[in-house]
């Protein structure tokens, strides 16, 4: 029962998210790595919830210190009961149940990628919660996911509707009902495969062509957002799916 106690205790600190704004994604990191070193525990799960949520991506040796920080913790909190460390029983219960929920999150997660936000929009458009994990060309959209794809049009309206905020690596976009979505820079793929400009500018697809060999694209920067009139059809740009539905 101890070990459910101080399970408890330790697990609630990892998904209690503060109010971190207006940083970017390396932001949130080096905030973990510098609460890491206080043994501030909370703190850096906090920063670290924020930084995979930004880039995506995980970030092994933080994690791992976050696990190590949380276990002293533990540690120490058994200390302050009876003054006897943790059983190897107790220690292995917590970590599986750690593993079990944190898998449990990771899967909530995933289905929380594959989901349309209502932004509260007149048009009724709703925005996936995620770029898709690639890139595509006017002609390769045109074939595959045109219809899903949102048009000059709509780009427009969340555009003039929505309350824009840079976030370092991307925009915050909010909209007129309060919910919001993020518009990460994933820059683009050249020609010969390469990405150029993560991070710092985005470059959406439209549905909407330029001429027969492109698309009109959506393309932002940290000072502006705009319509842009296309481009060579070797490029590929990222892709944000929208539905009606």
Not at 27 to 42: H, M, P, R, V
Not at 47 to 67: D, F, H, P, T, V
Not at 138 to 161: C, F, G, M, T, Y
Request: charged fraction near 25%; proline fraction near 2%; include cysteine.
């Amino acid at each position: 029962m101890k070990s459910k106690i101080l399970y408890c205790c330790i697990f609630c600190v990892l998904y209690t998210v503060e109010g971190y704004t207006q940083a970017s994604a390396l932001d949130y990191l080096a905030e973990a790595q510098k609460l890491l070193k206080l043994q501030d525990c909370s703190g850096a799960s906090n920063a670290y919830y924020e930084y995979k949520r930004l880039s995506g991506m995980e970030n092994e040796s933080i994690s791992n210190a976050i696990l190590e920080c949380l276990f002293q913790e533990m540690i120490r909190l058994s200390d302050s009961y009876n003054g006897d460390e943790p059983t190897k029983a107790e220690v292995d219960a917590f970590l599986q149940e750690f593993d079990d929920s944190y898998e449990a999150y990771l899967q909530e997660l995933e289905q929380e990628k594959k989901s349309y936000i209502d932004l509260g929009l007149p048009s009724g458009t709703k925005w996936k919660n995620m770029n898709e994990n690639h890139y595509q060309t006017h002609n390769e959209a045109v074939v595959v996911d045109r219809i899903k794809i949102p048009s000059k049009e709509q780009w427009e309206e969340l555009k003039d509707r929505c309350l824009w905020t840079w976030m370092g690596n991307g925009y915050y976009v909010t909209g007129p009902n309060g919910a919001s979505i993020f518009l990460p820079a994933d820059g683009l793929e050249n020609g010969k495969g390469d990405k150029d400009n993560v991070g710092s500018r985005g470059y959406y697809l439209t549905s909407t062509p330029f001429n027969v060999k492109s698309s009109y694209t959506f393309n932002f920067n940290a000072e502006d957002y705009y319509i842009n009139i296309g481009g060579n059809d070797d490029y590929k740009c990222s892709i944000r799916f929208i539905t009606k539905e």
